[in-house]
Nanobody, 127 residues
Framework: QVQLVESGGGLVQAGGSLRLTCAAS????????AGWFRQAPGKGREFVAGIGWSGAGIKYADSVKGRFTISRDKANNAVNLQMNSLNPEDTAVYYC????????????????????WGQGTQVTVSS
């Protein structure tokens, strides 16, 4: 089974940027849609961004549109999330997940359509 490892989290001031990477243990990850989710303290896990297996079907949560960019790095079996103009409301643990095989459909709910999850990386934005 594929293992996903997130990296790139950290502490940043409001207005700053971070780049998260989700690295997969198997190349087959390139043939699956992928999603980024986040969970703030005391809140449920929410959708952030997703990308289809072909690189198409990109979708963003309204709260991050225009600030975050998701992309695939198939040479490294990875999916990246570039986060700009961060604000304290973006503080959360960020998780990546594997979606459907050979699919460009992005499930916005963490409860369906994703069968493998990483352990998460903490993003903290100070005001």
């Amino acid at each position: 089974q594929v293992q996903l490892v997130e990296s790139g989290g950290g502490l940043v001031q409001a207005g700053g940027s971070l780049r998260l990477t989700c690295a997969a243990s198997l190349q087959i990850f390139n043939n699956y849609a992928a999603g980024w989710f986040r969970q703030a303290p005391g809140k449920g896990r929410e959708f952030v961004a997703g990308i289809g297996w072909s690189g198409a079907g990109i979708k963003y949560a309204d709260s991050v549109k225009g600030r975050f960019t998701i992309s695939r790095d198939k040479a490294n079996n990875a999916v990246n999330l570039q986060m700009n103009s961060l604000n304290p409301e973006d503080t959360a643990v960020y998780y990546c997940a594997r979606g459907g095989g050979y699919s460009d459909y992005i499930h916005p709910s963490p409860g369906s359509g994703y069968d493998s999850w990483g352990q998460g990386t903490q993003v903290t934005v100070s005001s």
